[in-house]
């Protein structure tokens, strides 16, 4: 498991939120930064990304996930395959450590270092330390709440963030409508 971070991407009525928290930790015990920007908008701002894991990694997987988006106009499930592939196989690559989450209007996806690129069944997913605690939020609160899914992804990442020592309350969330 990635610690230091949470992020939790939401898809509900044409509307897609991906939130991340705002905490660096170094180790176990030190805090390093509160407002860290591990969400971000690539591909001209139509695909939302937010990333789990090493930070350095994380800018290196980035770059190369917003050049499969250029290289594939924009077609976010065939530049994930694309990046999945050449992150298990390339050397260099394979040993990032790192998971990051991709959206755009249409698709949700997570994407790891050993070739996964999942799809959830539910409109909701979540990465990092306390990426448990904001996916069980976020379900519930998809199921039973009308919140929008900005909205739903706020909620989860404050829930999200009053349990787990490694997640912050400085949040940031990107909607990509």
Request: proline share 1%; glycine share 10%.
């Amino acid at each position: 498991m990635f610690r230091g971070t949470t992020i939790i991407a939401v898809k509900k009525d044409g509307r897609t939120a991906v939130g991340g928290d705002g905490q660096v930790t170094l180790g176990q015990a030190v805090i390093m930064k509160n407002n860290a920007r591990k969400v971000r908008r690539l591909y001209h701002d139509q695909v939302a990304v937010g990333f789990a894991g090493s930070v350095a990694d994380a800018f290196t997987l980035f770059d190369k996930f917003e050049s499969k988006l250029e290289e594939h106009h924009g077609n976010l499930t065939r530049s994930a395959v694309e990046l999945a592939k050449e992150w298990r196989t390339d050397r260099m690559l394979r040993h990032l450590e790192a998971l990051l989450i991709a959206a755009d209007r249409e698709s949700l996806l997570v994407i790891s270092g050993s070739g996964e690129v999942i799809e959830p069944d539910d409109g909701a997913a979540a990465i990092g330390s306390g990426g448990n605690y904001a996916l069980a939020a976020a379900r519930a609160l998809l199921r039973h709440t009308d919140m929008d899914a900005g909205a739903i992804a706020l909620e989860a990442m404050r829930i999200a963030a009053s349990i787990c020592v490694f997640t912050n309350d400085q949040i940031v969330i990107e909607e990509i409508t």
